[in-house]
């Protein structure tokens, strides 16, 4: 049995898609456990170039089965257009199933996502208006819809009806048009109809794959440092990817997880409001942007670029418990004469940090430390071996490892699924 969790270990957008579509090439398996479409994964393989928001990336391995946890938050109607869009370009989805435990973004959780940001003003979290918060937050409260009520037309009528009472007040207190049961019923009497036969309970195929010794793929969204719980609060998403809640939201046992690789970029990036230590502000900050092509793959929004952050790295890897690390976009480097990795934090009082991560208030007022690296200033995007990687390069990502505590497990050169390749060197820490 092999269960891998592959979680963010920055601020998101590190590139697990193209993490997961090249484990997936021997996976049998793929769940997507938390999240909803607020957030994209892009894939480039034969099939062309993807975002995928919520549909696992292992859905290009047509032997795969690929499964929306229960953990996920989903938007019928942004699925069925990427369920389209992924037909359209030649990939089956014979194998795609959703957990009836999942909750459904309604219409109503989008308009009032953009609501609240519009009445937060000048203090906006900077959500993407997709309706992720309010559908978390009626998950909590538990007056949302699953995924599995649609399935059951007379008890989607009644939890409907239920919700709408006090939606309804929600959005005139903010200025908003009541929504029309009615017109809403027959919607997600649509979606019922399209969505129908691949609303599953997933644990009967969970147990018989686990019995089996199946290779199993656990794939989350965004990265520690937007986790509910432990990121940077309350600039953060709604649900937790860290590998903790990996099994939870597949819906496996808690210690069936047997690996855990942390992706992170070789440099930093982050999109949205909130502290971000490594941040640049010059023209190298735009450098990284542009040769990264640093814009989000939901919302267009332009990343905000750093240099790599040691004291992140080290957090994350301990929270999540990482085996290995797959390191991202090297190539993004190949330019750069001179490079830097953050290595602490100089607090206010003068106290310099590096073990662990201050809270969202103090995280405003560090200082990043930084050490100094050569560049390697070679086109890296045809390396396939370690042992071709420039010296340079090579040291770089060691210095990176030995920041983690953590192994490089696998290290990405490019976009493409073959320009990522295992590496088999252990480093010891």
């Known amino acids: 049995m092999s269960v891998t969790a592959i979680v963010g270990a920055q601020w998101g957008d590190e590139g697990k898609g193209r993490v997961i579509d090249y484990l997936a090439q021997k996976a049998d398996v793929v769940i997507r456990f938390q999240g909803g479409d607020n957030a994209g994964h892009t894939v480039i393989n034969r099939f062309g170039k993807h975002a995928l928001h919520l549909i696992p990336s292992g859905i290009f391995n047509p032997s795969t089965h690929n499964i929306i946890g229960t953990g996920c938050v989903v938007n019928p109607a942004a699925l069925l257009d990427e369920m389209a869009q992924l037909q359209a370009a030649g990939v089956s989805l014979d194998r795609l199933w959703i957990s009836a435990r999942a909750q459904m973004v309604m219409p109503y959780h989008r308009r009032l996502d953009a609501l609240e940001e519009q009445v937060r003003g000048r203090d906006s979290i900077g959500t993407t208006k997709r309706g992720i918060g309010p559908a978390y937050a009626d998950k909590a409260a538990r007056s949302g819809l699953r995924m599995g009520d649609l399935l059951y037309p007379d008890w989607l009528e009644a939890r409907l009806d239920h919700a709408l009472r006090t939606v309804n007040r929600k959005l005139q207190l903010f200025g908003g048009e009541p929504v029309d049961g009615q017109v809403l019923y027959e919607q997600l009497m649509t979606f019922r109809e399209a969505l129908a036969d691949r609303i599953i309970d997933t644990t009967p195929m969970l147990r018989q794959a686990l019995a089996q010794g199946a290779s199993i793929l656990l794939e989350g969204q965004l990265g520690v440092m937007r ?173 990176i490892s030995e920041l983690a505590g953590t192994p490089i497990a696998y290290v990405s050169v490019g976009p493409e699924r073959e320009q990522m390749f295992a590496v088999s060197l252990i480093t010891e820490h």
């Open 227 to 399: 986790d509910l719980d432990w990121g940077i609060y309350p600039f953060v998403t709604s649900s937790n990817p860290t590998a903790a809640y990996a099994p939870v939201g597949a819906g496996l046992p808690a210690g069936s997880v047997t690996r855990v690789i942390g992706v992170v970029k070789a440099y930093s990036t982050a999109v949205g409001a909130g502290p971000f230590p490594t941040e640049l502000h010059d023209e190298l900050g735009e450098r990284l942007r542009e040769q990264g092509g640093e814009y989000g793959a939901t919302t267009g929004r332009p990343r905000r670029c750093g240099w790599f952050d040691g004291v992140a790295i080290r957090y994350a890897a301990w929270l999540n418990g990482m085996t290995g690390l797959a390191v991202t976009k090297l190539d993004v480097l190949d330019t750069f004469p001179e490079l830097k990795i953050c290595v602490g934090y100089r607090l206010p009082s003068g106290q310099v940090i590096s073990d662990r991560m201050p809270d969202t208030p103090a995280l405003y007022q560090v200082d990043p430390i930084y050490e100094t690296m050569p560049g390697w200033m070679t086109d890296t995007r045809h390396v396939r071996r370690w042992e071709d990687l420039p010296a340079a390069a090579q040291a770089y990502l060691q210095r």
